[in-house]
């Protein structure tokens, strides 16, 4: 097995920093920003954010298509990271830059807010899709999987905790979140840059060296995928967590300005303090999976955010210190959902492998994006019509029936979707060891190969 040193490590972690200063703005800011400042209602606010999700969800797999496909001597997937940052970073300035003939509220205000997020996606996905796929590129072993996915997830939080903090910070400071949108990007094509630097891929299998015919491609991983159970688990799981999940970090700039009276200075405190305990709680969850397993990782996560949640759901209003001990549960929970998925994901790709004779990372974790981005858009929906429903009005105070609702969206919500993702992932049997008889095999396998 491929023994990954510290700065392949720390290098890799890097590119998940820069995707994660856009991904924290479009969870935190980027509907805030809509509604606040050009001025969209939340309904069409959440209706434009579910179209750019689906609209992203179709660009995943076919990502995945074509960067499987793509033969480079600089492997793979490095040369869509390298080639993609500085379109992805105009592409998100572009979003808090609108143009200043336009009405806020307005039917042009609407499209361009609508197009403008559906650009940042396309981007986004031309980068993400590419740079997840190196974790099943860059090595075979489980435990080496889960070593990288640590630090991956600890500076993801990191790029989370930043710029949950900086983007607010700049815009004040600003004037403007336009500026401060060109700040962030220009961090993150600095962390791309470093990261391809930083990595290299394994070669591809031999038996993939030449790409299939693209109908046999597709048919062969759509059966793949319908018999690779591990797989159709933690989708199954990840969909639950995020359609929950999503209706609870939508609430978190609602609870923090109208419930607990926050400016932009506590907001951004106070969003740094959340991501700062995902960042503690990223050590503690690899040690987890990798003393115990993945599937306890997850099941312990879940249940920490599950009791997070709903003790914020019955905290009175206005009580600040009880809610952010709430809140500061629940992200250092969730950050088990980081570290498990994505150390998951890898072995099922290696499972469908043994299963299949074939090796898909790129169209796998394509698909696994886009289930997570179709449930985070569904949540953008359904969160976008609960706060109409709860009575909320941009801007003005709100009335205690509305502050009650938002505690209800966010912590029971999460409570539920997170005991389905338990029920779900409580089936999953690709452990470490049933996985290292699998990389064993596979091993057997390429040797009668090359022989």
């Known amino acids: 097995m491929r023994t990954l040193g510290l700065g392949a490590r720390i290098g890799y972690a890097t590119g998940d920093f820069g995707l994660n200063l856009y991904w924290q703005s479009l969870l935190l800011f980027i509907l805030f920003f809509q509604m606040d400042v050009l001025g969209l209602s939340a309904v069409d606010a959440g209706l434009s ?8 969800a179709g660009m995943d797999p076919l990502m995945g298509i074509i960067s499987d496909r793509t033969r480079t001597r600089m492997g793979r997937y490095r040369p869509f990271i390298l080639f993609g940052t500085v379109p992805l970073a105009a592409s998100f300035w572009l979003c808090f830059s609108p143009p200043a003939f336009l009405v806020p509220g307005s039917a042009g205000m609407i499209i361009f807010a609508t197009l403008t997020h559906m650009l940042l996606r ?3 996905a031309v980068v993400a899709i590419p740079y997840s796929s190196l974790t099943a590129a860059m090595t075979r072993d489980s435990d080496e999987r889960a070593s990288l996915t640590g630090w991956r997830m ?24 336009s500026p401060a949108a060109a700040c962030v990007g ?3 094509v600095l962390t791309h840059i470093a990261c391809v630097a930083s990595v290299r891929e394994l070669p591809a299998p031999a038996a993939q060296t030449a790409p299939l015919g693209l109908r046999d491609d597709l048919g062969g991983f759509v059966g793949g995928v319908m018999r690779n159970g591990p797989l159709l688990r933690l989708l199954a799981a990840t969909v639950a967590l995020h359609l929950s999940l999503g209706i609870l970090m939508r609430n978190v700039p609602y609870l923090l300005k109208y419930d607990l009276g926050g400016d932009k200075t506590m907001i951004a405190q106070a969003l740094t303090w959340f991501s700062a305990a995902g960042i503690i709680g990223v050590p503690v969850w690899v040690w987890v999976a990798r003393r115990w397993s993945k599937r306890a990782a997850w099941q312990g996560g879940s249940a920490l955010v599950i009791i997070g949640g709903v003790a914020l759901a019955f905290t009175p209003a ?14 250092f929970g969730h950050a088990a959902h980081a570290v498990a998925m994505w150390s998951m994901l890898p072995d099922a790709v290696d499972y ?21 981005k179709l449930a985070l858009g569904g949540s953008a929906f359904i969160g976008g019509l609960a706060l109409e429903g709860v009575g909320y009005v941009p801007g003005v105070p709100q009335t205690a029936t509305t502050l009650t609702g938002f505690r209800w969206l966010a912590g029971l919500a999460v409570a539920l979707g997170l ?3 338990m029920l779900s992932v409580a089936g999953y049997k690709l452990t470490a060891q049933r996985h290292g008889r699998i990389q064993a095999f596979l091993g057997r396998r390429a040797g009668r190969g090359t022989a």
């Open 186 to 188: 220009a961090l993150a």
């Open 122 to 124: 396309s981007c986004y």
């Open 154 to 177: 600890l500076l993801a939080f990191a790029g989370s905790t930043s710029v949950s903090a900086l983007l607010p910070l700049l815009a004040g400071w600003f004037g403007s979140y």
């Open 419 to 421: 005991g389905l993702s």
């Open 49 to 56: 954010y579910l179209i750019a999700s689906v609209w992203d």
């Open 352 to 372: 469908a492998h043994w299963r299949r004779r074939r090796r898909d990372e790129a169209k796998i974790y394509g698909l696994a994006s886009l289930i997570l």
């Open 318 to 331: 206005g009580s600040l210190w009880s809610s952010f001990a709430c809140l500061t549960l629940i992200f």
